[in-house]
């Protein structure tokens, strides 16, 4: 059988991926975790797994995170036939289709063609000559039952042989008959089982009773343990529980005294507040008798009074305005009253300018009689100068007929002024002799003082109906008598209570605050260990009436005891009787199987002669039990392949042939299965392993390999190197093929 394709999907760790491999030797690589022992696991359950069991093993199958199981595929090759293997997990089915001819099988009949192309029967036969674990090469003990059968199945049975088989089988039968059920649950148990069954439920009983005995017993001896203990606590709980309330009233007294103290304090405060207040009261009246002595006027004539002054105020004001247009008038006169002189030549300008006119016209006639340019163009000069000096003798007379304008609105102005001023002065005067008047009629020197005196009369007035305010409010519907009695009353009483905090018998069990919260915390302790204990003895004593053994029942079940354990030592004798004489049959007919241990000898010892370089070529296997030695030459014995007589490399290539051999002799009809291996050959040194690469490129030309590792040390001898976790995804959605409807 050479394997071409696994395709997984839904399957542990792969969601969907896809494995091609060479007929002959391949090399699956990848680190740890990369999936390389879930992929070995595919393999053996696509061969060997029926896809129908309800067994806890298909847990093994679930992929991870999901609850639905999924499918492997698997595509191999017999004698240049291609198939098709399905396992559907989920569906619980199996369908094998020959690829050449289109036939199907389904279930069991896919699975004996599977084993059939295969060669091995049996998933433990595999296990233990097809497949290697890593680092289990010598461990042939797995299937060495499953071998010694296949052994003697490949030989042919000597004389007797079918007569022998047939006792084999009645005693067989008999030792099942005796001994059914004890390796594994059955529906009828045998004879051995069932006694046993029958003396472990008496056991249990006997059991039962005695454990109720002891515990009887045990319960009598913590009633006393528990009884002592209860009254130490109780005892302890008394005299803390009396202690705690104790001090619980001494905190109660301080507890009292505290609002006390504040409330003492507080009434002091009120009482010298009040006290405060009446006498700034007595103050305040004398200094308003004071004041009032003085005279006061009325808020009508200190109205009047300030209008008054209001009005001599404005005056003044009036007055110091007049008399500042006063001096700015008297100067803007004196400012316009003085000309300033004029020239000569500006006299001069009427009469010349007058005779230049004439002179002008004149020498404008002659030129025009005359016919004179000259005399035109001088007399123009004339006319235009005598013009211009007209002009300007007429703005002299113009701006000095302003100036004599002004100077008489100046001088009037003056005296408008001053003819004001002097009637407010005079008003000025009947004004402050009035305020005078009024001011001295008001008892003051001055405004001021009358406004100021006035003013503190009100302040005082304002200050004795505030405090009169407050002292109502801090009396309340008391006097302050009262309230002084009510102070007395409540010193009296912190006086008392702190009388009784400072006796010396009470100083003497007071706590401090620390000692209090521990007492507290140990008499919850103690109550609750009282009841604990209370509630243990109550279960005790109602446990002990209640649950009392029975002793003649217990005398009868160890007499029923001591039947059932004879009649079960006579069964187990006549199963051991049963067994010795299979087994010396067994050994008789295990004499014949010479020829098939022979040919797995020569194979193997050709093995190992190729893996040790001729070092050692002679194996021996001896059934049953399955064992091999080698032959060692430098110690002419033969020798058991495990340390310290061989090193462990060496061990290892000794069952490595053996297992090669195997394979080669048990296989059914010359079947060539493929070989699993997993990482085999971690104590081989570089030339050991060189030497086991060889000799498996030799065999896969016959079985292919497909070794599993995560070392890259074999990937030289690869025909076909594949990368575990690199795995192929398919690229088309769905299933990963479609079965075919025909069925056979």
């Known amino acids: 059988m050479r394997l071409l394709e696994l395709r997984l ?133 797995v299937g060495a039952t499953e071998i010694g059968q296949r052994l003697s199945r490949v030989i042919e049975a000597g004389p007797g042989h079918a007569e022998a088989g047939t006792v084999i089988k009645k005693l067989e039968k008999d030792i099942s008959e005796l001994e059914k059920g004890l390796e594994k649950w059955a529906k009828a148990p045998g004879v051995i089982r069932r006694l046993q069954d029958d003396v472990g439920a008496l056991q249990a009983q006997q059991q039962d009773l005695q454990r109720r005995l002891r515990r009887l017993e045990e319960q009598r001896e913590e009633l006393k343990r528990i009884a002592g203990e209860l009254d130490v606590a109780a005892r302890d709980l008394r005299d803390k529980d009396a202690l705690l309330l104790e001090n619980r009233d001494l905190l109660a007294i301080e507890a009292r005294l505290e609002p006390d103290r504040a409330q003492e304090r507080q009434l002091a405060a009120r ?71 004029t020239p000569a030549w500006a006299r001069l300008l009427g009469p010349g300018g007058w005779t230049a006119v004439v002179a002008g016209m004149l020498a404008i006639l002659v030129a025009v009689l005359g016919s004179s340019a000259p005399g035109l163009a ?62 001295a009629a008001a008892g003051g020197a001055s405004v001021e003082e009358v406004t100021a005196r006035h003013a503190h009369m009100r302040a005082l007035l304002e200050e004795r109906t505030a405090l009169q305010g407050q002292v109502t409010a801090l009396c309340g519907t008391e006097t302050l008598d009262d309230l002084r009695d009510a102070l007395g009353r409540i010193r009296a009483d912190i006086a008392k209570r702190e009388a009784v905090l400072t006796r010396p018998e009470v100083q003497a069990k007071r706590l401090t605050p620390l000692l209090f919260q521990q007492l507290e915390h140990d008499v919850r302790d103690l109550t609750q260990t009282v009841h604990r204990l209370q509630a243990r003895r109550e279960h005790l004593e109602r446990e002990a009436a209640e649950r009392a053994p029975d002793y003649e029942a217990l005398n009868a079940l160890q007499e029923q005891l001591t039947e059932r354990q004879e009649l079960l030592e006579a069964a187990r004798r006549r199963a051991r009787v049963y067994r010795i004489a299979r087994d010396v049959l067994q050994v008789a007919r295990q004499q014949t199987l010479i020829p098939a241990r022979r040919l797995v000898e020569e194979r193997a010892g050709e093995y ?43 061990a290892d290539q000794v069952y490595l042939a053996v297992r090669l051999a195997l394979v080669e002799v048990l296989a059914d009809d010359q079947r060539h299965p493929p070989l699993l291996l997993d ?66």
């Open 9 to 141: 999907r839904h399957f542990r760790r792969f969601e969907e991926a896809v494995f091609s491999f060479d007929p002959r030797l391949n090399i699956l690589v990848g680190p740890n975790e990369a999936g390389k022992s879930t992929l070995r696991h595919a393999i053996l359950t696509a061969l060997y797994v029926n896809p129908a069991t309800t067994a806890r093993k298909r847990e093994e199958w679930r992929p991870w995170g999901s609850d639905v199981l999924g499918t492997v595929a698997l595509e191999f090759e017999v004698e240049g036939r291609r198939y098709e293997l399905r396992k559907d997990f989920e569906q619980r089915k199996a369908l094998l289709r020959d690829l050449v001819h289109g036939m199907t099988w389904e279930g069991s009949r896919a699975q004996e063609h599977v084993l059939r192309a295969l060669g091995l029967s049996t998933e433990g036969l595999f296990r233990a000559t097809a497949m290697i674990e890593q680092a289990e090469i010598a461990a042939l003990r």
């Open 271 to 341: 009482i010298a507040s009040i006290e405060r207040g009446l006498l700034r009261l007595e103050e305040i009246r004398r200094e308003l008798e004071t004041v009032q002595a003085q005279g006061i006027p009325d808020d009508a004539a200190l109205a009047r009074l300030h209008a008054a002054d209001g009005a001599v105020q404005q005056q003044r004001s009036e007055v110091q305005r007049q008399q500042g247009e006063l001096r700015a008038a008297t100067a803007h006169l004196a400012a316009v009253s003085t000309e300033p002189p």
């Open 378 to 439: 001088a007399g123009g000069a004339l006319l235009f100068g005598g013009g211009a000096a007209l002009l300007l003798d007429r703005r002299q007379q113009r701006r000095r007929e302003g100036l004599r304008l002004e100077r008489e609105g100046a001088v009037f102005r003056v005296e408008e002024i001053r003819r004001s001023l002097e009637g407010s002065v005079a008003s000025l005067e009947r004004g402050e002799e009035a305020l005078g008047a009024a001011v």
């Open 608 to 650: 190992l002669s190729l893996l040790t370089r001729g070092a050692y070529d002679r194996v021996r296997i001896e059934e049953p039990p399955l064992r091999v030695a080698v032959y060692v030459p430098p110690a002419d014995q033969w020798l058991e392949p495990i340390e310290p007589g061989l090193s462990r490399g060496t």
């Open 679 to 744: 990482d085999p050959f971690g104590t081989f040194d570089a030339q050991r392993l060189q030497a086991a690469m060889t000799l498996l490129r030799r065999v896969s030309a016959t079985n292919q390999v497909l070794l599993f590792t995560c070392r890259p040390e074999y990937e030289p001898f690869a025909d076909r190197l594949i990368a575990v976790d690199q795995a192929v995804v398919p690229d088309v959605p769905g299933p990963l093929w479609q079965p075919p409807p025909q069925t056979h």
